[in-house]
Every structure is written in C-alpha cells, then in structure tokens.
C-alpha cells in the first residue's frame, strides 16, 4: 500500500508523535512544581494510542508504507500489550518522579518504538525500531544521573547495547546479500525459491539472535541485565523487563517465521532452509532458565534477584519458541500477558515498600506480614505466581508452555523446566519466609497511601482472575496468530 | 594490475592497518586519530563501489560529526596533554580468542560460499535515487528516525545538563 | 575491476577488529570506537552488496540510516559518559565496584 493510504492504518503511531510533540511543548508552558501534568498527559495518550490500536484488531492483514510494516492482528495484539505496559510504568513511577518530563516524554518515546518494532517487515525498519527502543533505554536506565549504580547501568547498557545492535546488522548485511532484498517477505520467497547453502543463513541466523537476544536478556548475551536491573530505577527495570521484552519477543516470532521459516500446514511451520534452528533455540533457552535461576538463588539485593529472575523467565518463553507452531506462539502470547501483571506487581510492592523499609535488600522485608499484611500477601501472592504454583495464573500460563513443547516430544527441555521450576520455587519462597516467618520483637505498622493500595489491588486482580478463568485471553491469543495462515 | 586496483589496495592496506592500531593502541589519543584514517578509508571504498553520496555522507557525519564527539570524549575524560597515559586492558589473550573466533566464522561464510556478483551496473550519480527513494519508498524510516533523534536529543540534553537545584 | 569479495574480506577484518577492541578496552570511549568499527563494517557489506547483488540500491539507504543510528548513539553514550566523568572522574568499565556480585 503507498504512503498515502497507510496513514490510516496508522492512527495509534500517528497520535503517539503528535502527542509526543504537544507535550514536550506544554512542558515548556508549565512551571517547575507543576510537572506532574506531562505524566497526566501521557497517561492519556497512551490510553488513547491503546484504544486505537484496540480497534485495529481484525482488521484484514495489510502491508503499509511501501512494505515497510505490516498490520496483523498479531501486531495489534503486541501493540495493546505494550500500550498497557507503558501505562502500568506510568502510574508506578509517578509519586517517584514528579519532577521531570522528560522521563514521560521518552518513556513516550520507546512506546512508540515498541508499536514498530512488532510490526516490522524490513530489515532496516527492524533496526530502526530497535534502536528507537534501546536509545531511549540507556537513557531512561540512567534517569538518576546522581546516582552512580543508575550510572553505570547505564553506561554499560549502552556501550554493550551499541555493540549487540552493531553485530546485529552485521547478520542483515548478510541476509541481505544472499537473498539481494530487505524486506522480510521478499527475503523468505528468495530464500525458499532459490535453497541457498545452510551456512551462512545459520552464521547470520546467530548474529541476529545475538542481537536480539540481548534485547530480551538471553544467556549468553544477559550479562547487563543484573547491574541494569539493579542500577536502574525500579519503575524503569519492571518496564525493562516487561514492555521491550515483549516487543523483542514478539519481533523474533515475526523473524522465525518470516526468514527462518514458512507456514506448511494450518498450524506448523517449517524452516526455509535446514538450519538446524529448534535445537539451537532449545539450548539457549536450557541455558538461559537454568542460569537465571541458579544465579537467582544467592541474591541479597531484591531487584537484583528480579533481574535473575527475568532471565529464568525469558528461557520459559524461549523453550516454547523451539515447536515452531501456533500453539507454542499463542502459549508465549498468553505468558507475557500474565508475566507482565505478576512481574509488575513484584515491583510495584519494591517500588512502594522502598522508602518505608529503607532498603532494597530481601533481609529488609523481614515481618513485613506483620507491618503491613495487605502488601506482604500481595507479594506472595506475586512470587508464587512467578514460581508457577496453582491457582495464580503464572501456572496456568507454564501449564500452556509445557504443553506445546511436550505435543512436539521435547520431552528433554520439558523435565529440565520442571526441575527449573522447583529451583525457582527456592528463591521466591525465601521472600514470602522472611516475610512471614521471621519477625522483629516489636511491630511498627506500616501506612500505606491509598494511591499504592488500589495500583497494588489493580495489578493483583488479574493475576487472581487469569488464574481461574483465562479462556477468553487464550482465545485472544490464538485467533491473533491464525493471519499467518491466512485465515 | 591497473592503477586503480593498485590504489585499491593501498586504501585497503591503509584502512585496515589504522583500524588495527584503533584496536590494539594503549593511548586512546592515537585510537581517535587513527579512527580517522579507518573512516576516510571507507568514504574511499564507497567511491570505488559508485556510492558517491554515502562517500560524502561518511565524511561529513562520521569523520565531521561522530568522529569530533568522540575526540572530545577523549580530551574531556583523559587530559589531553597526557597522552603518556596507557589505558588499562582486559585479558589480551582472551580478547585475542575472541576476535579469532570471530574471524573463523567469517572466513568459513566468505570463502566457502560463493558471493558473486549478480547484477552489473554502470557507475551513475546516486544521489536523486537516494532523494527519490527517501520521500517514496523509504518514506517511513525516514520519518520515524527524525522522532528516534528527537527523543535522542531530549535524552542526551537531560543527561549532559547540570542541574542546580539538587542535590 | 575489483570483486565483491574483496569487500567482504576488509569488512570482516575491521568486523573482527571491532569485536576484538570491544573485547580487549576497558575504557568506555575505547568500547566506542569499537562499535563505530563494527557498524562501518556493516556500512561497507551493505553498500557492496547494493553494487553486485540488489538491482536497486537499497543496500546504500540501509546505510544511510545506520549513519544516522550511529550517531545518535554516540551521543547519548557520550552525554552518559561525560555525566560519569563528572561524578566520578573515571570511565574504566571494570572498575565500576558499587554494585556487588
């Protein structure tokens, strides 16, 4: 479709740059104290943006802008998520960061970039859209800038970051020299059209999920992730972990599927050329839940063992990525949507608990049961939902993971998930033990503002509700990926 | 050998040599300096391969722009008359392992399938192509990069600013 | 007339240099002219290919854009650095010890 026409298939990205625009200019209008509006303001327009995209979902697949995106309902899927993403960010960070902005301008910014990089359908515009991403990213990882760990995070993020996308593109170039074409279909047609030799399609097939990878935290490329995680503010980390991620997952799905393989059947793919790519995603993700979980275990620092956490995440979602089928897609769909609500929730608790218990350490929450039990059994709550333990929806959600890799016989990754899952229940369950099992002599009762108590009631309900009823998500879910079969 | 294939070679022979002393030099002045050479190389390989907007492009953003930021990172964090100042190093061997991993994998890419070229083009200014392209076909990204370097700006501006009022 | 492949082989060595400083610099800026190694590389693949493989030169707009990413990299990795720089007077990667493992 020319460009003229793909403008009103691209109402959300169209209102999210105008609204970026009008803000940064009632920035200027708005006195020091008053700042606080910007995040009103952006709060808006992200619900805005989301209500647009909302309407986008069945609309016929589309190819806009010269074949630069594409609109699907898979996309559209990716873009509400990540639209309530940003705006769970907003509501968390607002008693924090009252002060600036900037910080609602480029957290604008990235949402923007999320809603792109889930609709890619160009080499360039998949580079682009990460870059738009990550940039803001290193900022934002950096928002404290008199803090020396937020500093760092960022430094690091941002050097290593640089190089990843650097590597990234090297694999494009590549792609792009074997098959003489950008974008993603027109790569998949020559790929398939003209059985080109397997190695280099797997040399460039690795430097791009070098790329990626380190986008959404995978071993081996996470090494950023516990010192950003910790370093960061804690309402950037929770978005790190969540919004980008998704985004970064769901553009490596659109890159499985595209240029790695194509639809065969009503539900399975098959690869474009023999690459021997399941086996390779199946050990990344062994290797990435296994060592995220292990580091986890010894960690002092809550956010610190987050992070770890996220990365053991991550490797649940990968493993479901190795079937290369809808109901291994539609099961990471599902999972991010609950991961996004419990992983939320945990830092949201972090969040507000921080100023009242004076630390970030695991031993700070000592009797928090007792001082504010309200909060304290929401965490649990949280943990155990990330642990996967019946009826929160974090269980329902690996339920829906093992499922698809045990239908296609990886029964291998399935037993060392389990296992996975049982050391992960350590960790988690040291949080709620301290919470409740270890108490001072004397209580002091915490007050939490109302503001925290309803943001926490709002992230915990559905993590309550999907565990009991989560039909109609999963309906969701599966309908959105059913375009890459034409129907 | 024609005189152009002998000039070729030369770049490339210049090109690489000063990208080697970017990577192993322990003064990062002479890192900075040598990037320089490394960048107008490439600005002469794209000459060679008919590029002759991008051989200005690098020019003016890499060696004009980039290049000039990076210098001044060097002279604002290091003094710059203390050039006899060594940068301190990771693991050279481990380094070393790596970049020979690396350029095992390339070598097996490059010399074992074959890259030759398919189409052949008489050498034309490129640049109302580019233009053409940019307001067509390439409309998007190139609207999109322009939001990408707005939030950049904001971002940067917020870091590098001092700040009065706290702490 | 010089081959395709000839292109390659220099992008890839500066590709590999470019890894290798990354690997080898502990200072930030250093790391930086090891990214710009790499997406120069990048840079000259994509405009070789555009010349021998593409029938357009789309190979040479991709570059454009990187030039452009480039850039705008550099400068938020270097407005992060000098705000390091000014609180802490050193921007060794490795010797940045306030966060315990």
Redesign the interface.
Known sequence: MN?LN?LQYFLPELFL?AS?LII?IVDLLLKKDKKIITAYLSVLAVLVAFFLAYRQYNYAFTS???G??VLDSFAVYFKVLTALSTIIVIFISMPAFRR?S?YY??LL?VT??MF?MVEVN????I???M??VG??S???A??N??N??S??A???Y???G??S???M??G???I??LT???NLFAIQQAIVGHSL?P??VF?AFVMVVAGLGYKIAMVPFHFWV??VY??APTPITAFLSVGPKAAGIALFIRFLITVVAHPASQTTFIQNVQIQAPLLLAVLAVVTMTLGNVSALGQKNIKRMLGYSAIAHVGYMMMALVVFNTRGFTAIMFYMVVYMFMNFGAFWVVQSMTPHLGSEDISAYKGLGYRHPLTAVAMAVFMLSLTGIPPFAGFIGKVYLFAAIIKQNWYTLAVIGVINGVISLYYYAYVIKVMFLDRDEEIKAISVPLYDRVLLWLLLIPVLALGVYWGPLIDLAHNSIGFFFGN | MEATQVLFWFIAVVTILSAGIVAFSSKLIHSAFALLATLVGFAAFYVYLGADFLAVAQIMIYVGGILILIIFGVMMTHRIYDTSKRTAHNSLILSLLGGAAMAAILGMIIFRSPWTATVFKTLKPTTSMIGTSILTNYLLPFEVISVLLLGALVGAVYLARREEDEE | MIQLESYLIISAIVFVLGIFTILYKKNAVGILMGVELILNSVNLNFIAFARYIDTYINGQLVAIFIIILAASEAAVALAIILNMYRDRRSVDVTKMDEMKN
């Open positions: 460009n793909s740059s970026i940064i806009l802008f010269e630069m995106i600036h900037e301008i480029l910014v923007l970039g792109l160009d080499l360039l515009m580079i682009i859209a870059e738009m940039i803001i290193y900022v934002l950096g928002f800038k008199f020396m760990k500093n760092e960022s430094l690091k941002v050097l290593y640089a190089a996308t650097g590597v593109a090297f494009f170039s590549y792009y020299g003489g074409h950008t030799q190695l280099p040399i516990p010192d910790e370093g």
